[in-house]
Nanobody, 128 residues
């Protein structure tokens, strides 16, 4: 069983940056594809980034491409989400997730159903 704990959320002004961290324990972190999702009330959880188990492939939706960067450290069992040029519409609860499934194409990991393990979430609020 994998446990995921996110940190780094907070309240910032538009244009600012935040870095989220997610530490994994209880499993073999290095074999999991990792994703970051976000959710606002009344909306479905949406992918904001995914990274392959080796860290050599990443995926971003158009809404965050060029502003967000996902990375991982398999020694520290940690995945990061660097968020730059934040906008009020980025306000959400951000979740990290781990998938034990293997697909060569990261686009398969855009669906939250592909992930078996989830953190508790961290709130990001961007004021205008």
């Amino acid at each position: 069983q994998v446990q995921l704990v996110e940190s780094g959320g907070g309240l910032v002004q538009a244009g600012a940056s935040l870095r989220l961290s997610c530490v994994a324990s209880g499993g073999t972190f290095a074999v999991y594809t990792m994703g970051w999702f976000r959710q606002t009330p009344g909306k479905e959880r949406e992918i904001v980034a995914a990274i392959s188990w080796r860290g050599d492939d990443t995926y971003y939706p158009d809404s965050v491409k060029g502003r967000f960067t996902i990375s991982r450290d398999n020694v520290k069992n940690t995945v990061y989400l660097q968020m730059n040029s934040l906008k009020p519409e980025d306000t959400a609860v951000y979740y990290c997730a781990a998938s034990p499934r293997y697909y060569s194409d990261l686009s398969y990991y855009t669906e939250f159903g592909q992930y078996d393990y989830w953190g508790q979430g961290t709130q990001v609020t961007v004021s205008s």
